[in-house]
């Protein structure tokens, strides 16, 4: 009995163990290989007006725009709607309920255009 005892105790070991060992397998991709990735770019609101000669462009902001897009120093881009960029912009601390004050960097912004953030 005590040699049966001893010859099965390291066998249940060597199984049990060598069970443990398994080879996980490779997560399979939830996303086709040809599939569309969503925008980095989220819409923050659109432009009321522009004073070129002070470079101050005042945007509406969207309900749903990213508090970090608001905040100062935030680079931000004006669009048409065909996608079309007409200029750079760069955040200020001036904001009034879900009016925000822009810089103008470079460019020339219309009233309408989406303004978008690019996000870091």
Request: glycine share 10%.
């Given at each position: 009995m005590k040699i049966a005892a001893t010859v099965v105790a390291p066998l249940a070991a060597v199984l049990l163990l060598?069970?443990?060992?398994?080879v996980p397998a490779?997560?399979?991709?939830?996303?086709?290989?040809?599939?569309?990735f969503p925008s980095p770019r989220l819409i923050v609101g659109r432009v009321l007006?522009?004073?070129?000669?002070?470079?101050?462009?005042?945007?509406?902001?969207?309900?749903?725009?990213?508090?970090?897009?608001?905040?100062?120093?935030?680079?931000?881009?004006?669009?048409t709607a065909e996608l079309r960029e007409t200029a750079r912009l760069r955040a200020s601390r001036v904001v009034r309920g879900r009016i925000l004050g822009t810089q103008l960097v470079s460019g020339q912004p219309a009233p309408g255009d989406e303004v978008v953030w690019l996000v870091p």
């Open positions: 060598g069970a443990c060992r398994t490779k997560p399979a991709s939830i996303l086709a290989e040809d599939a569309l007006s522009h004073d070129a000669a002070q470079g101050i462009v005042i945007v509406e902001l969207a309900g749903d725009a990213p508090p970090g897009a608001a905040t100062d120093g935030a680079e931000l881009m004006a669009r």
